[in-house]
């Protein structure tokens, strides 16, 4: 089998959590925001929101639409033939997976905006918005590389909007439907 699936959703949807699952269920998972990350630890950048925003951008301006899934393919060792990447933002990034991958399925993970920023804020990571004004700024930076599009097209929506154990007994099910070719 070989299988990509790929985490798509806003920052604070749940993402990770659905990775957690993976990984929970012997798969292998990519960040695509570990790479990015990496990435600004080699330029010396901050891993702050602006800092990691504006890298996300400049490699995508730079290296073309899905040089962050290029980074992330490069993580991946010969007999990886199932991979969960988690944190795709574009089309773009899904048709470079499907040239490696003989199947790919997006997931994509809904939360309402008011929860979001409450869990981002309780996060407390270096690079998430301190503000509801920053918080928009990272939402429509998200948007503009193509995430909205993607997460319209997904095929499956899991919706974050209760209980943690909800959250990880729906990514559970969306993960065990994609494996056996249901998703």
Do not use: Y
Not at 126 to 137: G, I, N, V, W, Y
């Amino acid at each position: 089998m070989s299988l990509a699936v790929c985490i798509a959703g806003m920052p604070g949807s749940g993402k990770t959590v659905v990775a957690e699952v993976a990984r929970s269920l012997g798969l292998k998972v990519v960040s695509m925001g570990d790479a990015v990350r990496r990435e600004a630890a080699k330029l010396g950048l901050p891993a702050d929101g602006e800092a990691l925003g504006w890298l996300m951008l400049k490699l995508r301006e730079e290296r073309g639409a899905a040089a962050v899934a290029e980074l992330c393919l490069k993580d991946l060792e010969a007999g990886d033939d199932v991979v969960v990447f988690e944190g795709v933002r574009s089309l773009n990034e899904v048709e470079l997976f499907k040239r490696r991958f003989r199947r790919v399925v997006v997931l994509a993970v809904h939360a309402p905006p008011s929860q979001r920023f409450e869990r981002l804020k309780r996060r407390g990571r270096a690079d998430d918005p301190l503000t509801l004004e920053e918080f928009r700024e990272r939402d429509l930076r998200e948007l503009k590389v193509g995430l909205g599009e993607l997460m319209s097209l997904a095929d499956h929506v899991i919706v974050n909007d209760s209980t943690l154990k909800a959250a990880r007994r729906r990514a559970k099910a969306a993960l065990l439907k994609a494996l056996r070719g249901v998703a």
